[in-house]
């Protein structure tokens, strides 16, 4: 008979997904042993078609907040505004201490400053290799290879057992920048018993492995060497690693580099002071000094690659006044990145405006000018392998790639029952033996719109929807203060709604539709509330018989006569 092993521990290991389960973006994720409880990452996501007029969202932290007095820190995996960009709002109300890479870190500080917010919280730097002790957790960060300088997996000793987070991570022996994933420091963890695995979900549908950057330098080098004109390179601002590999090229084939666009251009300069992107003297030079050089002598770095309305790359394309660059033809612009899913349309668009100009556009259809930075279905074999978990939890996910992940996982031998697909507030209880979800801990979802935090409830979301969709109708009534009754006509007003051959028509039924509503309960005209409901009422009812549309109705009452 085998014997197990004695467990010491007197908790249950929690694991509680407070987002990024279900979803790309927002990840955040809490781990509790008794009165510890430590958070792996703080990010914020970009809406889709769900929420219009939400600038973003973020994680519900009301879990965290309930239970401040044991919180011991927050860890961050990398710069990533998925694994970030939600440390403004959660450091304004909380301030445990941050522990980041060099590079994270100095993104975090650009991140608070451009959102004005000053914190208590110390924002602590971290060395690959080295150790924290937060509470009974004892946390060491291992290098990974992903397309932001300086990531890191973490691997988190807890009185349960040994817990290692992949952080966004893929596999390239042959990286421009940065430490290659450190195997050295994971195979030691394959001989230990390794409790529990978070693995990246993200590119689990990719057969293979995910190409090395060095495939990308070879392209651009080509690109760059045979064009005639100037060559224009978009990329995410934070792929410093993309960004040395244009240098390097420009250096080679003895062009300079030109940056344009406020991140690309913060960002370039701070992985330069920090030692992150290395560059002759006088190879990058001042957007002014474009005029001095000839065309065959030139690469500009800018960014766009989004499509992003206001990006310097969009100016270009829409000959906007602003933009400090005009397309000419000749000019070769290569969009060095993948449309982020929900981007595809505005991408496209950008690529049609600067084809119209007269320059040659080069994308990764055509080319491959970018790989991405998650590893493909053999780099995730190669984690589980080395790794050996006896519990497995896929993360960084919508929930295809959770499950697509968990499947992978039993068929390296992981028996089902060790296995969660998880979603944001579930609450895994882990002993040594077995693994429970025993409850859910509520997660809404914060939006943030303009300068307010807050959860924009239901009504206001849908109102949104419908204002983009169907329209607005302002119908306002006059009532005489004196005697109650309605002083003429009630006037109608439309937005986006329909158009003017039928506005006239609508608008004239709409009035009848009102007035008729209303005289049918003419005592009732001083009762608060009473207009309101029913001019809504009843154009509603009438604008869907009529048009099979539902506008937005605003009615407004003014009280008229004498004060
Ligand atoms: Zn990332
Ligand atoms: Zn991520």
Redesign the pocket.
């Known amino acids: 008979m085998k014997l197990r092993r004695k467990t010491t521990a007197a908790h249950k290991l929690r694991i509680i997904p407070l987002g990024g389960l279900g979803e790309i973006g927002k ?1 955040m994720m809490a781990l509790e042993y008794g009165n510890d409880i430590i958070v792996i990452d703080a990010g914020l996501m970009f809406p889709g078609e769900e929420t219009p007029g939400v600038d973003l969202l973020i994680p519900d932290i009301s879990y965290l907040l309930e239970r401040q007095k044991n919180l011991r820190g927050i860890v961050i995996t990398h710069g ?1 505004e ?2 970030i960009g939600a440390l403004p709002y959660v450091l304004s109300r909380i301030a445990p201490p941050v522990y980041a890479t060099k590079f994270t870190r100095e993104l975090i500080s650009v991140e608070l400053k451009q959102r004005g917010v000053k914190t208590k919280a110390k924002l602590n730097v971290v060395t690959p290799g080295s150790k924290i002790a937060l509470g009974k957790f004892i946390i060491e960060f291992f290098s990974v290879c992903h397309s932001i300088p300086d990531s890191a997996g973490l691997i988190i000793h807890t009185p349960q057992g040994i817990v290692v987070h992949s952080g ?1 991570f893929k596999i390239d022996y042959t990286p421009t920048v940065g430490a290659p994933t450190n195997f050295s420091q994971l195979a030691v963890l394959g001989v230990k018993d390794v409790l529990l695995l978070l693995s990246d979900s993200t590119y689990v549908e990719l057969s293979g492995y995910t190409p090395s950057e060095m495939v990308v330098s070879d392209t651009l080098d080509r690109i760059i060497s045979e064009a005639k004109g100037r060559v224009i390179v978009t990329t995410f601002a934070s792929l410093v690693s993309r960004i040395q590999q244009v240098l390097d090229v420009a250096v080679k084939r003895d062009r300079r580099v030109f940056i344009t666009g406020r991140s690309m251009k913060e960002i370039v300069n701070m992985a330069l002071k920090t030692g992150y992107l290395t560059a002759p003297a006088d190879v990058i030079c001042r957007l002014d000094e474009l005029r001095t050089l000839p065309h065959h002598r030139i690469v500009i770095l800018s960014t766009g690659s989004q499509g992003e309305p206001t990006s310097a790359l969009v100016r270009m394309a829409n000959r906007d006044h602003r933009s400090q660059v005009r397309i000419v033809p000749g000019d070769t612009v290569v969009i060095s990145a993948t449309s982020i899913p929900g981007n595809e349309a505005l991408v496209s668009k950008t690529i049609d405006s600067l084809f119209r100009q007269g320059a040659n556009v080069i994308y990764d259809r055509l080319a491959q000018v970018h790989v991405h930075g998650h590893g493909s279905r053999e780099e995730l074999k190669l984690l589980l392998s080395l790794v050996k978990p006896k519990f497995f939890v896929p993360v ?1 996910g919508e929930y295809r790639h959770l499950s697509l992940h968990a499947n992978l996982a039993q068929s390296m031998g992981i028996p089902r029952d060790n296995i969660f697909v998880l979603e944001n507030g579930d609450v895994l209880e882990l002993g040594q033996d077995s693994g429970k979800v025993v409850a859910k801990t509520r997660v809404g979802v914060k939006c943030v719109s303009g300068l307010t935090t807050g959860e924009l409830d239901d009504v206001v979301l849908q109102d949104r929807k419908l204002l983009s969709q169907d329209g607005v109708v302002v119908v306002t009534v006059a009532i005489d203060a004196e005697s109650g009754r309605l002083a003429g006509r009630p006037r109608i007003m439309m937005r986006g709604f329909v158009d003017g051959g039928e506005e006239q028509t609508l608008i004239e039924q709409g009035q009848d539709v009102v007035l008729a509503a209303l005289n049918h309960d003419r005592r009732r005209l001083s009762e608060p509330g009473f207009v309101d409901a029913r001019m809504k009422d009843s154009l509603n009812r009438f604008f869907y018989e009529r048009v099979r549309r539902r506008p937005v109705i605003i009615p407004v009452v003014v009280k008229v006569g004498k004060t």
């Open positions: 990840n990533h998925d694994h966004d960084h």
